[in-house]
């Protein structure tokens, strides 16, 4: 059995960063059937860190890591802490603009695991790829 490859991005703590760790993804992923959710999840957990968390102000920072194995691929954003409480899912009024980031990620992904503290915290998520006959979640 082959290691998982791992890929690693440190990112500045501006909007524009968002994008470009977006791009990032799917630079990697290139063909890959997750690259889509894996891409969104990205997104949407840079917008996370960046919105709630130190990493939107001065000096901060987020870093993303992609780990591609042949069944799975885990997505992981690191924030630079600031909170005291976890990452939770809300539920959002139809008309909210914001409070579904979450939500989206769990629909996305098979897995969902958050780690750290008000210093730092990197949520995982885990893709399970169907071209490699992977187990369902």
Not at 2 to 25: D, F, K, N, Y
Not at 58 to 63: K, P, R, S, W
Request: hydrophobic share 35%; net charge negative.
């Amino acid at each position: 059995m082959s290691s998982p490859r791992v890929w690693g991005l440190m990112c500045p703590g501006s909007l524009e960063e968002v994008a470009r760790a977006r791009h990032w993804t799917r630079d990697i992923l290139s063909g890959h059937p997750c690259a889509d959710d894996a891409e969104l999840i990205v997104g949407e957990l840079g917008a996370n860190a960046l919105v709630h968390t130190a990493s939107g102000g001065g000096a901060g920072t987020f870093h993303v890591t992609l780990s591609l194995s042949p069944q799975r691929v885990a997505v992981s954003v690191t924030d630079s802490g600031g909170q005291p409480y976890e990452p939770k899912v809300t539920e959002a009024d139809k008309d909210d603009t914001h409070g579904r980031g979450l939500s989206i990620v769990m629909t996305l992904a098979c897995r969902l695991n958050i780690t750290g503290n008000q210093h730092g915290r990197t949520v995982t998520t885990e893709l399970h790829s169907p071209a490699a006959g992977a187990t369902a979640c």
